[in-house]
């Protein structure tokens, strides 16, 4: 199943209310609203594009060890993924649909990091929950997310929600900013120009990992 189809069940058995999702429906209002207003923002249009320079960045594994995109980029080209966090059940999903993309890039000659403002604990229980091989970075304040100009604060009502719902970010990430990073997945050749990149202010929309293997196919022919 496409990640996108796999997406799309899910949100259509969420916003019904199906076992095991009990979720009020002026809670999914409240979502949607949040989310169409961070459309009309115009928010996406402001993030980094193909053709920008990629921001350098060094960030902290789930065991504290530092990981560069400079000794990245190094190595070959870079793919970033900016998700929101363990709580995200589209997060999961996305996180899964990279680890079966993974040998693709690999054969690519391509390295995978996500990037999440969640603290170490929450980034070690992505990858047992996922099964992931692949580094999984904590992003505190959502700071390197801003660089590529996917931070946002959250909506009052939303923050109020998520306060009802028991869905303590806070918590979660070690930060009381109620800040988010809009979805986001970048390539990054080895000359630090971003060849690739989608966002998407709509958290229930993810494109398939594979759309990004034209661009890791360019940056292995002009790096050979």
Known sequence: MALQDELDAFKADYEAG??????????????????AELIAS????RALKAG???????LNDPDGQSVSSRDLLAQGPLIVSFYRGIWCPYCNMELRALQAALPAFAALGAR?????????????????QNSL???????PHNDVAAG????????????ALYKNLKNDLPSFNGDQSWTLPM????????????????????????PQPENMLPALRYAASVSA
């Open 52 to 58: 920008s320079k990629a921001p350098g960045f060094t």
């Open 148 to 159: 590529f100009g996917l931070r946002f604060a959250m909506p009052d009502d939303l923050v």
């Open 183 to 206: 979805p986001g997945r970048f390539v990054i050749g080895q000359h630090g120009i971003i060849l690739y990149a989608e966002v998407n202010p709509d958290y229930t929309k993810r």
């Open 18 to 35: 199906k076992p095991p999702h009990s979720v009020p429906r002026s809670a999914i209002k409240t979502m949607q609203r949040a989310t």
């Open 133 to 139: 091989t692949f580094p999984i970075l904590a992003d």
């Open 112 to 128: 995978l990091v996500a990037v999440s403002p969640q603290t170490p604990v929450n980034s070690r229980k992505s990858v047992r």
């Open 42 to 45: 115009g928010a996406a249009s």
